[in-house]
T-cell receptor, first 112, second 111 residues
Framework: KAGVTQTPRYLIKTRGQQVTLSCSPI?????VSWYQQTPGQGLQFLFE???????NKGNFPGRFSGRQFSNSRSEMNVSTLELGDSALYLC???????????FGPGTRLTVL | EDQVTQSPEALRLQEGESSSLNCSYT??????LFWYRQDPGKGPEFLFT???AGEEKEKERLKATLTKKESFLHITAPKPEDSATYLC????????????FGAGTRLTVKP
């Protein structure tokens, strides 16, 4: 089975812009979670989607949003980018809620 | 609040020198404890899931164990290719399946 794929792998944006990241889960997986990883804060949970509905949300501002499509693919959007949004954004999928999560390679976002 | 603390932050071993990584946790209703390995610039790679105290799992040179308060990742006769950051995470059955990660242990194995 193919693993979790994320596009793009690298992204450079400037402050104030917005960005959309994409995640394709492992075939058959219905739950998709997003995480932000930085050297200072480590891995932090952003949100989880299941059956096209956001089921859980971490402690991030409303500038961070996401959605899930009927084929379980997911996108996350960050509006009005700030320098502190520079991070590795990771997507993880699992067959169902509460199962082991499998991570993609991540999207490295740099905000200048 | 659910918490995960990993120690040590960094560990340097000689090839063949066995050791253990610690993951201490507090969680309301443990659904599962997870170990991942992460190489620089890559996504975490799944290693093990443990569900209840007393459970053990092995994979090649790695063995994970679980008690009610902590988990250990034992590395037997490590090789340089075992160098990576090892992450521990817990999932609560009472907290919307939140995954809470520790800061990780950065392992370096010298030949």
């Amino acid at each position: 089975k193919a693993g979790v794929t994320q596009t793009p792998r690298y992204l450079i944006k400037t402050r104030g812009q917005q960005v959309t990241l994409s995640c394709s889960p492992i075939s058959g997986h219905r739950s998709v979670s997003w995480y932000q990883q930085t050297p200072g804060q480590g891995l932090q949970f952003l949100f989880e989607y299941f059956s096209e509905t956001q089921r859980n949300k971490g402690n991030f501002p409303g500038r961070f949003s996401g959605r899930q499509f009927s084929n379980s693919r997911s996108e996350m959007n960050v509006s009005t980018l700030e320098l502190g949004d520079s991070a590795l954004y990771l997507c993880a999928s699992s067959p169902d809620r509460g199962n082991t999560q499998y991570f993609g390679p991540g999207t490295r976002l740099t905000v200048l | 609040e659910d918490q995960v603390t990993q120690s040590p932050e960094a560990l340097r071993l000689q090839e063949g020198e066995s050791s253990s990584l610690n993951c201490s946790y507090t969680v309301s209703g443990l659904r599962g404890l997870f170990w991942y390995r992460q190489d620089p610039g890559k996504g975490p790679e799944f290693l093990f899931t443990l569900y209840s105290a007393g459970e053990e799992k092995e994979k090649e040179r790695l063995k994970a164990t679980l008690t009610k308060k902590e988990s250990f990742l034992h590395i037997t006769a490590p090789k340089p290719e075992d160098s990576a950051t090892y992450l521990c995470a817990v999932q609560s059955q009472y907290n919307n399946n939140d995954m809470r990660f520790g800061a990780g242990t950065r392992l370096t194995v010298k030949p």
